[in-house]
């Protein structure tokens, strides 16, 4: 299997302020990424795909990068609504594997 | 917009069979790919198998043995059936729909069910 590893587990952040997270995976998947978001009591919502595109109706403020085996996903300035998990999810080798998430809280 | 609802039961004993519906409202089953995903407490998301409308399916090769994913598109929902469960397998379980194409992603998910294995 590909193991994606997210990082770091916990980010305390304050409103208004920029985020950076990091999603890795055992070996390349080109851009055969997605990144969610889950608020608690609620179902996961697709972020971003394929490493960088943008899903309907996501706001700008949210981009993802990379390929290979290094990604990213930026918040530019968080919102209270942002606060959450986020996780990614790759495709490869006909699986689907998922990060164990990523939770931003606030500080 | 489409919504997903899981349904069935929330206890079962070990050795039992998992039974869980997704009922797709808002959309056709038609034409789409469609998985079950689960999520064991302080774990990541675990793919379980996917179905596409016409019948074909792919599961995660350490549950092969004891999963069947089946699609019903005359009532626009699809099953999981979970053989043999243990404590393990106790989990929060999502149905979910693929996008279109390339269905490497899951665009649309449903809330979650809460299933435990307890004796």
């Known amino acids: 299997d590909i193991v994606m590893t997210q990082s770091p587990a916990t980010l305390s952040v304050s409103p208004g302020e920029g985020v950076t997270l990091s999603c890795r995976a055992s070996?390349?998947?080109?851009?055969?990424l997605a990144w969610y978001q889950q608020k608690p009591h609620q179902s996961p919502r697709l972020l971003i795909y394929g490493a960088s595109t943008r899903a309907t109706g996501v706001p700008a403020r949210f981009s993802g990068s990379g390929s290979g085996t290094e990604f990213a996903l930026t918040i530019s300035s968080l919102q209270s609504q942002d606060f959450a998990i986020y996780f990614c999810?790759?495709?490869?080798?006909?699986?689907?594997?998922f990060g164990q998430g990523t939770k931003v809280e606030i500080k | 917009q489409v919504h997903l609802q899981e349904s069935g039961p929330g206890l079962l004993k070990p050795s039992e069979t998992l039974s869980l519906t997704c009922t797709v409202s808002g959309g056709s089953i038609s034409g789409l790919y469609w998985s079950w995903i689960r999520q064991s407490p302080g774990q990541g998301k675990q793919w379980i198998g996917y179905?596409?409308?016409?019948?074909?399916?792919h599961y995660y090769p350490s549950l092969r043995s004891r999963v069947t994913i089946s699609v019903d598109s005359s009532r626009n929902q699809f099953s999981l059936t979970l053989t043999s469960v243990t404590a393990a397998d106790t989990a929060t379980y999502y149905c979910?729909?693929?996008?279109?194409?390339?269905?490497?992603?899951?665009?649309?998910w449903g809330q979650g069910a809460l299933v435990t294995v307890s004796s």
């Open positions: 179905v596409f409308y016409s019948g074909e399916t």
């Open positions: 979910a729909r693929h996008n279109q194409w390339p269905p490497h992603w899951f665009d649309s």
């Open positions: 999810q790759q495709y490869g080798n006909g699986l689907y594997t």
């Open positions: 070996q390349s998947i080109d851009t055969n």
